[in-house]
Nanobody, 118 residues
């Protein structure tokens, strides 16, 4: 099992910045990918950014150039630096990690609310 603890959400004005952090603990050996998703009521959870083993990154088009994902392998953390925030970035943000290759198992954090006021 992998436990994920997220931090850093909150309320910010449009144009501001926030940094989310997610710390993984437990059975962390074999984590291949770490990432952030977000969800608003009535919509599907969507990928925001992910970092694959090594340093390959993937971003949603809506956040490219504004958000940066980073991973600290020594501390087993993944962070999401969010800048130039927009009201449409308002959502619950979830940390996700994936383990395994032949069989991939996903673990989710509890979510942290990000609210961007106009």
């Amino acid at each position: 099992q992998v436990q994920l603890v997220e931090s850093g959400g909150g309320l910010v004005q449009a144009g501001g910045s926030l940094r989310l952090s997610c710390a993984a603990s437990g059975s962390i050996f074999g984590i291949n990918a770490m990432g952030w998703y977000r969800q608003v009521p009535g919509k599907q959870r969507e990928l925001v950014a992910a970092i694959i083993s090594g340093a390959s990154t993937k971003y949603a088009d809506s956040v490219k150039g504004r958000f940066t994902i980073s991973r600290d392998n020594a501390k087993n953390t993944v962070a999401l630096q969010m800048s130039s925030l927009k009201p449409e970035d308002t959502a619950v943000y979830y940390c996700k990690v994936e383990k395994g290759r032949a069989v991939v198992v996903a673990y989710w954090g509890q979510g942290t609310q990000v609210t961007v006021s106009s």
